[in-house]
């Protein structure tokens, strides 16, 4: 059963970008760093996919759920934030986001949701 987590980014204020886990112990790890059990790997990483998905209709992106998974440092070539990427959406997986790897440094779990 997939779950549902909404991240934050300060550089981004005011915007909510919402992941979907199908990974059973990607989703204990999430739900352990909104806890605050997992300290260390807390950051969101993945593959961007350019296509809305159902789950997160502000964004004409998503991440791959096979493809998330959590960090705590990361190269600068992935980092964006979410509103950024959205702008620039058709430059992605080129020389920007390079692979469509995408791993914003100041993304913060939120909450786990419902959709």
């Known amino acids: 059963m997939p779950a549902y987590f909404v991240f934050v980014q300060p550089s981004s204020p005011g915007h909510e970008f919402i992941i979907q886990l199908d990974d059973q112990t990607k989703i204990q790890k999430a739900r352990d ?23 997160n209709p502000k964004f004409s992106f998503y991440l791959d759920p096979s493809t998330i998974d959590f960090f705590s440092q990361a190269i600068e070539v992935c980092d964006a934030n979410m509103v950024y990427v959205e702008d620039h959406i058709d430059e992605a997986c080129g020389a920007f986001l390079p ?10 779990l939120e909450r786990e949701i419902t959709p």
Do not use: F, M, N
């Open 33 to 55: 760093i909104l806890s605050g059990k997992e300290t260390e790997q807390i950051h969101v990483h993945g593959r961007i996919v350019k296509r809305t998905a159902p789950y």
């Open 99 to 108: 692979g469509c790897h995408w791993c914003p440094w100041d993304s913060r």
